[in-house]
């Protein structure tokens, strides 16, 4: 077989030869063309200076779209919510955020995470990525986001989730003089920290001549300690226990904790020297840095001379739950100390000129970006053997893996040796120039509102280097001591947890004296030794994309008689990449020679027509509908398609000759895959709104998604051309998939039960999200055999909810928010005969914000994150699996607690103030 199967479903054979061979969202820079010309004043925004007006807002930039978009945009300088742009965009319907280290992280649109970002409408990325984080966006410096649902042939070309547009502040958007800002104190509870932040923005504009000039400039400075605790099992489950019972053999203590520092810088000049004609130049400074301070320690749960006191799982006497074991094999741990930081710079000039019904837009942008990380870590071990005491599953509280060491002094160096050291050095760079022009003429034909057309061209260059290196010292048994850091007991972490780990702290080197030793560490462990660790070629990679879109879309509106109507837009957009990827190859020989390196060069060229139809159905102005046509495509990160790839040495033993062919004859090999292709996507969506009120509405949407090419990590079969049998890790193109799934929406204040004061908003989201993935699972008379799955999408739910209670009167502003999200797939792994999968149980959040108006210019506020506290968790399950086929009814299943992480809760307290 059956390779060709393979290759027709993720272009694996051309990896295999890259192994083997030498070889604002709109262009224009502004909201929906109905968004912009509806002036403010008629609420085509989401305004926040009173929640009342803001939900007013909120359903008219619905109701005046021909797309489904949401947004949420400040009228006063300084006065959008919230800390970071993460934050301030789960208050938008359809809206969710994964919160880790004390922040909105992730974000989700619709339950997705497949979403492009753009700022002012270019696209804006960190270092060698083709994304930037929302939360690097503080929001004090911004004037709105816009959540991009569905697609037209004016945007930039989204994602399956759609696109999400941060918008900044210019100058012209004030009519005089203004300075506001910002100041407050974070509490993090697990880290038991405070932490400054601040940020101001000063803005103003004179006559000059005929015309007048702009200038606006904002500061933003935020910090963050931060401390997430995990209590784990292993991903693992092993025989070995007691009575021939299987259990996962080792248990975790990890600590994520860091200090994290953003600042920030943004600016603009705008230049309207006559009516119709205007001129602007704008920069962003973005930066990053973060001092990871991570540590663990892991206590194996075998290799001990007996078990004592098992208990087994309830109903299976096959699974051991806990025990005693006696002198099991030495723990080891590990305390690390990463330097992170991250640079982001873009410039831009741009203009405009209007006149009649045409107007013209041009911009020209150029983003450079730099990441730089160091990790250095410093491995230690137990120096004599232990009784370890260990639950899998613990029976109060969160359950989850707890163990105890009875009789251990965790604050005794003598009780510590020295195992090893691990450093790396990494960075990556990405740079581009782009630029685009957008024409709109508005006709005065019955039908047809306005002709729009534009064109956009980006050069990109992106670039990633890394290396690491690792000493093991255990060896020498030198004692933990004897390492030039200075030690501690750290401050322990799972405040609030239930249960507790039974040693949540141990000695332990501090982060500022790994990080201030780092010379005397390599020269303790390599004499001579200096210089963090080279660039590994097999690491290191360059990328060049040329990027050419040119779209066209008219404008219609059509009567339907009476109040009813018809209007949207219809357009076409191609675009097309030309990427230059190259690399290096590493083959190893068979035996000890050096391996061969080999520079690797790929072209590729990617190219779509992209069409779009949009339709808004007025039925009445209370009650109206929509439809929706796209099509899209997501281009692959650099990093999958980085030509580089390492292939190990072959087996000589003889094995090829033998049928089938033994797991272990294999050669492998890993890398990236130059021959990914874009993710496509066919996109359907409707929707029914129904506008009760000035500030209510309900409305219910259904889309569907017809795609093919997600890009996931796997391992497949081929042969080299010698004829030696092969498995490459790499990423690869999956086969066709789907999701489809409705959302349903609505918010009111509660003046029909005559409480004005109150208010509630809130979004169910349902999603069905599927796809083909091509797996190795066996040998067909000594051939490889490749299965197909159809499986759920990773890290997507079925169900997703946002609730929010709020309550407005007399300068009190008090928002409560509760988001929940159903289990989620994190792996899907294939080992051996063993299916291994982990889900992400439930999710739940609450949050509080509280703010009041002192005076019309000074505002306290505070805000309350994970008030509840509820740890994030999963499940691990291993399924047996004959031949490495699929499931069979029956076969034996293993399922346990995998992770149990207590996440950062935060209290700030601060003052808002403008002039």
């Given at each position: 077989?059956?390779?060709?199967?393979?290759?027709?479903?993720?272009?694996?054979?051309?990896?295999?030869?890259?192994?083997?061979?030498?070889?604002?969202?709109?262009?224009?820079?502004?909201?929906?063309?109905?968004?912009?010309?509806?002036?403010?004043?008629?609420?085509?925004?989401?305004?926040?200076?009173?929640?009342?007006?803001?939900?007013?807002?909120?359903?008219?930039?619905?109701?005046?779209?021909?797309?489904?978009?949401?947004?949420?945009?400040?009228?006063?300088?300084?006065?959008?919510?919230?800390?970071?742009?993460?934050?301030?965009?789960?208050?938008?319907?359809?809206?969710?955020?994964?919160?880790?280290?004390?922040?909105?992280?992730?974000?989700?649109?619709?339950?997705?995470?497949?979403?492009?970002?753009?700022?002012?409408?270019?696209?804006?990325?960190?270092?060698?990525?083709?994304?930037?984080?929302?939360?690097?966006?503080?929001?004090?410096?911004?004037?709105?986001?816009?959540?991009?649902?569905?697609?037209?042939?004016?945007?930039?070309?989204?994602?399956?989730?759609?696109?999400?547009?941060?918008?900044?502040?210019?100058?012209?958007?004030?009519?005089?003089?203004?300075?506001?800002?910002?100041?407050?104190?974070?509490?993090?509870?697990q880290a038991r920290d405070y932490n400054p932040n601040a940020n101001i923005m000063v803005s103003d504009r004179w006559d000059v001549g005929g015309g007048e000039i702009g200038a606006l400039l904002g500061l933003s400075y935020t910090s963050m300690h931060y401390r997430d605790s995990t209590r784990s099992n292993t991903d693992f489950v092993a025989g070995g226990g007691p009575g021939g019972t299987q259990f996962p053999d080792i248990q975790r203590v990890t600590y994520d904790e860091g200090d994290r520092e953003r600042p920030s810088v943004n600016g603009a000049i705008q230049w309207r020297p006559s009516p119709g004609l205007e001129f602007y130049v704008e920069g962003l400074y973005q930066g990053f840095r973060n001092k990871l301070s991570s540590r663990e320690m892991e206590a194996a749960l075998w290799g001990g001379s007996g078990f004592s006191n098992a208990v087994t799982v309830p109903d299976r006497p096959d699974l051991l739950e806990s025990a005693t074991v006696t002198n099991p094999r030495r723990v080891q741990g590990y305390q690390g100390g990463t330097y992170n930081t991250t640079d982001t710079y873009q410039f831009a000039v741009g203009g405009s000129f209007e006149t009649g019904g045409l107007k013209i837009t041009a911009d020209v942008a150029r983003t450079d970006s730099t990441f730089t990380g160091s990790t250095a870590s410093v491995d230690y071990a137990f120096a004599g053997p232990q009784t370890i005491v260990f639950d899998t599953n613990a029976d109060s509280g969160d359950g989850g893996a707890v163990f105890s060491i009875p009789g251990f002094d965790a604050s005794n160096p003598a009780n510590y040796v020295y195992r090893g050291f691990y450093e790396e050095a990494q960075q990556a760079k990405g740079k581009d120039w782009q630029a685009r022009v957008d024409v709109t003429y508005e006709t005065e034909?019955?039908?047809?509102?306005?002709?729009?057309?534009?064109?956009?061209?980006?050069?990109?260059?992106?670039?990633?280097?890394?290396?690491?290196?690792?000493?093991?010292?255990?060896?020498?048994?030198?004692?933990?001591?004897?390492?030039?850091?200075?030690?501690?007991?750290?401050?322990?972490?799972f405040r609030g947890a239930d249960p507790q780990p039974g040693i949540v702290t141990w000695l332990s080197p501090t982060y500022d004296s790994i990080r201030a030793n780092l010379?005397?560490?390599?020269?303790?462990?390599?004499?001579?030794?200096?210089?963090?660790?080279?660039?590994?070629?097999?690491?290191?990679?360059?990328?060049?994309?040329?990027?050419?879109?040119?779209?066209?879309?008219?404008?219609?509106?059509?009567?339907?008689?009476?109040?009813?109507?018809?209007?949207?837009?219809?357009?076409?957009?191609?675009?097309?990449?030309?990427?230059?990827?190259?690399?290096?190859?590493l083959l190893l020989p068979a035996g000890d020679a050096p391996g061969v390196q080999t520079p690797t060069a790929v072209e590729r060229k990617f190219e779509a027509w992209l069409p779009n139809i949009n339709a808004r159905i007025r039925f009445t102005p209370q009650i109206q509908a929509r439809l929706a046509f796209t099509e899209t495509q997501t281009r692959p990160n650099f990093i999958d398609l980085r030509a580089s790839a390492t292939l190990d040495r072959p087996n000589t033993n003889g094995c090829l000759s033998e049928t089938p062919i033994p797991d272990g004859c294999y050669r492998t090999g890993n890398g990236g895959n130059p021959f990914l292709n874009p993710l496509t996507s066919r996109n359907y969506d409707a929707a029914l709104e129904y506008y009760f009120s000035r500030n209510g509405f309900v409305s219910v949407s259904v889309f569907h998604r017809d795609m093919e090419g997600f890009i996931e990590g796997n391992t497949f079969t081929g042969t080299l051309p010698d004829g030696t049998p092969l498995r490459l890790g790499s990423p690869i193109n999956a086969g066709k998939g789907r999701i489809r799934g409705f959302e349903i929406q609505g918010s009111t204040f509660l003046d029909f039960i005559g409480l004005p004061q109150f208010g509630l908003q809130g979004n169910v989201t349902n999603l069905d999200a599927r796809s083909d993935f091509s797996y190795d699972d066996a040998q067909l008379n000594g051939s490889p055999l490749i299965r197909t799955v159809n499986r759920e999408l990773l890290f997507v739910s079925d169900w997703s909810l946002n609730a929010a209670a709020f309550y407005e009167a007399n300068g009190l502003y008090a928002r409560l928010a509760y988001n929940w999200r159903s289990a989620f797939p994190l792996t899907y792994q294939r080992r051996g005969d063993h299916l291994y999968t982990e889900e992400a149980d439930p999710v739940k959040r609450l949050d509080l914000s509280v703010s009041y108006d002192v005076m019309p210019a000074v505002t306290v506020f505070g805000d309350w994150t994970n008030i509840l506290g509820d740890p994030f968790s999963s499940t691990l399950t291993r399924t047996n699996t004959v031949g490495n086929a699929l499931p069979a009814a029956g076969a034996f299943t293993a399922t346990y607690p995998r992770v149990v992480r207590y996440e950062e809760s935060t209290l700030t307290v601060g003052i808002r103030f403008r002039l």
């Open positions: 077989m059956r390779l060709r199967t393979l290759i027709r479903c993720s272009g694996s054979a051309a990896a295999i030869m890259l192994a083997a061979a030498p070889a604002w969202a709109q262009e224009g820079g502004t909201p929906a063309p109905e968004a912009q010309q509806t002036p403010a004043a008629e609420g085509d925004e989401i305004v926040i200076s009173g929640y009342r007006q803001s939900l007013e807002s909120q359903q008219n930039i619905r109701r005046n779209s021909t797309q489904i978009v949401d947004a949420i945009v400040a009228e006063d300088i300084g006065k959008l919510p919230d800390i970071t742009v993460s934050d301030t965009a789960a208050r938008i319907p359809g809206v969710q955020v994964e919160r880790g280290g004390g922040e909105a992280g992730r974000v989700l649109v619709r339950g997705l995470p497949d979403f492009v970002t753009t700022y002012n409408g270019r696209e804006i990325f960190t270092a060698e990525t083709r994304s930037v984080a929302l939360q690097d966006f503080p929001s004090g410096a911004i004037g709105a986001i816009e959540v991009y649902k569905t697609s037209t042939a004016n945007l930039v070309e989204p994602g399956l989730a759609g696109l999400i547009n941060v918008r900044s502040r210019r100058p012209f958007d004030f009519a005089d003089f203004h300075v506001a800002g910002s100041a407050w104190m974070t509490y993090t509870y034909m019955p039908w047809v509102k306005a002709f729009e057309a534009g064109i956009r061209y980006t050069d990109r260059d992106a670039r990633r280097e890394f290396g690491n290196r690792y000493f093991d010292r255990e060896g020498d048994r030198r004692p933990f001591s004897a390492v030039p850091l200075t030690y501690e007991l750290f401050d322990a972490g010379a005397q560490l390599r020269e303790f462990n390599q004499p001579g030794l200096t210089g963090a660790p080279p660039a590994d070629p097999q690491q290191t990679w360059e990328a060049n994309e040329k990027h050419f879109a040119a779209y066209a879309q008219l404008r219609y509106e059509i009567p339907l008689g009476g109040e009813a109507s018809i209007d949207g837009t219809i357009g076409l957009r191609y675009a097309r990449s030309d990427l230059d990827l190259s690399g290096t190859r």
